[in-house]
Nanobody, 121 residues
Framework: QLQLVESGGGLVQAGGSLRLSCRAS????????MGWYRQAPGKQRESVAT???????NYDDSVKGRFIISRDNAKNTVYLQMNSLKPEDTAVYYC???????????????WGQGTLVTVSS
């Protein structure tokens, strides 16, 4: 199976920074795209940023210029550096990866358990 464990959430004041990490583990055969999503109270889950195996990135307009997604392929880990945080960034942040296990199970999106980010004004 493919498991994802996130860390790095917490409470921060507006204008502050946080760094989220998400490590994939299990019987991994391959990891392709990795990404971060978030879900605020009463809202649908939305994409924040994604990164391909080759390092190409894509960001939601609301976080462009403030958030940076990166990955360490050797560690099967994806990061989200969040700067200049705003109260509207408050949400549960989830990582998701596309990958496959050594037993040929394919995950279009395997999800982590989520980590809460709270930005106070």
């Amino acid at each position: 199976q493919l498991q994802l464990v996130e860390s790095g959430g917490g409470l921060v004041q507006a204008g502050g920074s946080l760094r989220l990490s998400c490590r994939a583990s299990g019987s991994i055969f391959s990891i392709n795209a990795m990404g971060w999503y978030r879900q605020a109270p009463g809202k649908q889950r939305e994409s924040v940023a994604t990164v391909t195996t080759g390092g190409s990135t894509n960001y939601d307009d609301s976080v462009k210029g403030r958030f940076i997604i990166s990955r360490d392929n050797a560690k099967n880990t994806v990061y989200l550096q969040m700067n200049s945080l705003k109260p509207e960034d408050t949400a549960v942040y989830y990582c998701a990866v596309e990958g496959a296990t050594t037993s040929s199970i394919y995950y279009k999106k395997a999800w982590g358990q989520g980590t809460l980010v709270t930005v106070s004004s």
